[in-house]
C-alpha cells in the first residue's frame, strides 16, 4: 500500500504539472493507486473498493476507485497464476 500510494500520489503530481487544468489531487490518485494495487494483489477487488471507500467516506472517489480496481484486477489474473505444479 505505501508503495503503489507513493507511485500514485508522484504520478498525480506529475500530472498535474503536465496538465494543470485538469486539477488532480495528487492524494486522491494516491488512493486510486493503493486501492487498485491490494484489489489486484489480494484478488479481491470488492474488498479493495470498500476498503478504500471507508477509508475516506467520499463519494466523488468511488468512481475512479471502482474502474483502477477492476482494470488491476483484469490486468493482474493472467499474470498472477496460482496453481500448484504436482
Keep these: 500500500l505505501l508503495i ?4 500514485g ?3 498525480g503530481a506529475l500530472i498535474n ?4 487544468s485538469l486539477h488532480l489531487s495528487p492524494g486522491a ?3 486510486v493507486a493503493m486501492a487498485a494495487t491490494f484489489g489486484a494483489a489480494t484478488r479481491a477487488t ?7 471507500f471507508e477509508l475516506t467516506q467520499d463519494y466523488r ?8 480496481a477492476v482494470i488491476a484486477d ?13
Design 17 to 20: 504539472e503536465v496538465i494543470p
Design 9 to 11: 500520489g508522484l504520478l
Design 4 to 7: 503503489s500510494g507513493a507511485f
Design 61 to 68: 472517489a468511488i468512481l475512479p476507485i471502482m474502474l483502477a
Design 29 to 31: 490518485v494516491a488512493l
Design 74 to 86: 483484469l490486468v493482474a489474473a493472467p499474470l498472477l497464476d496460482h496453481r500448484l505444479i504436482p
Design 46 to 52: 470488492f474488498t479493495a473498493i470498500v476498503f478504500a
